[in-house]
Structures are given as structure tokens and as C-alpha cells.
């Protein structure tokens, strides 16, 4: 079955420094990949997906993330980090035709320093 | 365009207790599931919906239950609730004919099990 980690329990970074978040995956087919953001009491949002194609992929708020199938790595950067990106990190990988079993890591929180 | 949403907010029960959990899924969507988060985890996949059949499941007991009604919404049903149980309950929704497509998230259902 497939699986993720990510390594990085807890990140500090200060406003305005690059930022990268790490995440491994194991699975045996082409997996779909995901980074979502929870801010506190909140749900899930999709910041970036890969499915295929290009293995730099950009989304939302200035993230990117880098598919890597020799390292299975899908690790996110944005960089330049604002204050209001202070929340926790989930890197996801789906499997089966319709994602129907969707494992998560256990999350990164990321606390911005001003 | 309404999103994912879910009821109630927030539930506290007591152990042995029976609770159901509401979600409506975005519009034009065909598929729900549930994850159960902890605290200080990843959210966990429990099972998905597609036409009002159970399609997949994870490492859940059968005290977990759900249904799903012809207007795609579903419910999620736990028995005998245990302390353990206590969580963030998420529901997403998605396409199936979208294949690998990602899963909008509601803000979720916080149950406090006493």
C-alpha cells in the first residue's frame, strides 16, 4: 500500500526566506501527488497536484513542488514566505482510479517568524 | 458555488454512545469521503461513497458506518463510541469521472468523545 512521510515534525522560517517542505512517498505505479494547507480548525485546501507531465508544478499562493520519481520525492517550495503562510502542511498520495484510498503524512507545521 | 460542507461544527458525546456526522459535497460532484484526523495527525481515509454504495474502505472498525442518498450527500455513522474517537471528522468530495482528480475538503466535524 502506499504511503508518506514527512520528515520535518516542525519548521521556523522568518518572513521573506525560502521555504522548502519535504515529503517521500512510497507507492509501486505512477502516483498522483498532493500538498494541502490546514490553517488551525480549518480543512483541507489543495495548494498543488501531480498527476503527470511536468514534474515542476505550480499552484496556489506562489507554491511549487518537484516530482522526483528517482529520490520519491515531492517536496514543496515557495520562495519568499509571508506571515499569513503560517499552518500546518499535509503531503498526500492517491491511488486507485478515483483516489478512493488517499494516505496523508503526518504534517509539517510551519511557524513564520517576523 | 458552495463547497464541501459539513454538520454539525462541533459534537461532544459519551463513551458508548451512537453519533452521526452530515456532508453535503460541492456542486456536480458524485463521491464522498471520510477521513478521520486526530490530533496532531494526518487525516486517516475511513471509506467512499459512490452511487450510494461503499466503494472502499480503510483499516476501520464496523463500528464506522455510512450511507450516501440519491442527492449524493452522506452520512457518517460511528457506534459504541470509545475515547479513542475523538477527532476531526473531514469529508471530500470529488468527480468520479474525473479519475485521479482531487478531493475538495469541508472545514469539518470536531467530536469530543467524554
Known amino acids: 500500500a502506499q504511503s508518506v512521510t514527512q520528515p520535518d515534525i516542525h519548521i521556523t522560517v522568518s518572513e521573506g526566506a525560502s521555504l522548502e517542505l519535504r515529503c517521500n512517498y512510497s507507492?509501486?505505479?505512477?502516483?498522483?501527488l498532493f500538498w494541502y494547507v490546514q490553517s488551525p480548525g480549518q480543512g483541507l485546501q489543495l495548494l498543488l497536484k501531480?498527476?503527470?507531465?511536468?514534474?515542476l508544478v505550480q499552484g496556489i499562493k506562489g507554491f511549487e513542488a518537484e516530482f522526483k520519481r528517482s529520490q520519491s520525492s515531492f517536496n514543496l517550495r515557495k520562495p519568499s514566505v509571508h506571515w499569513s503562510d503560517a499552518a500546518e502542511y499535509f503531503c498526500?498520495?492517491?491511488?486507485?482510479?478515483?483516489?478512493?484510498?488517499?494516505?496523508f503524512g503526518a504534517g509539517t507545521r510551519l511557524t513564520v517568524k517576523p | 458555488d458552495a463547497g464541501v460542507t459539513q454538520s454539525p461544527t462541533h459534537l461532544i458525546k459519551t463513551r458508548g454512545q451512537q453519533v452521526t456526522l452530515r456532508c453535503s459535497p460541492k456542486?456536480?460532484?458524485?463521491?464522498v469521503s471520510w477521513y478521520q484526523q486526530a490530533l496532531g495527525q494526518g487525516p486517516q481515509f475511513i471509506f467512499q461513497?459512490?452511487?450510494?454504495?461503499?466503494?472502499q474502505r480503510g483499516n476501520f472498525p464496523d463500528r464506522f458506518s455510512g450511507h450516501q442518498f440519491p442527492n449524493y450527500s452522506s452520512e457518517l455513522n460511528v457506534n459504541a463510541l470509545l475515547l479513542g474517537d475523538s477527532a476531526l471528522y473531514l469529508c471530500?468530495?470529488?468527480?468520479?469521472?474525473?479519475?485521479?482528480?482531487?478531493?475538495?475538503f469541508g472545514p469539518g466535524t470536531r467530536l469530543t468523545v467524554l
Open positions: 461513497y459512490y452511487e450510494e454504495e461503499e466503494r
Open positions: 501531480y498527476f503527470s507531465g511536468d514534474t
Open positions: 456542486s456536480g460532484h458524485d463521491t
Open positions: 507507492y509501486g505505479a505512477t502516483p498522483y
Open positions: 471530500a468530495s470529488s468527480l468520479r469521472l474525473a479519475g485521479g482528480d482531487e478531493q475538495f
Open positions: 498526500a498520495v492517491g491511488a486507485g482510479y478515483n483516489n478512493n484510498d488517499m494516505r
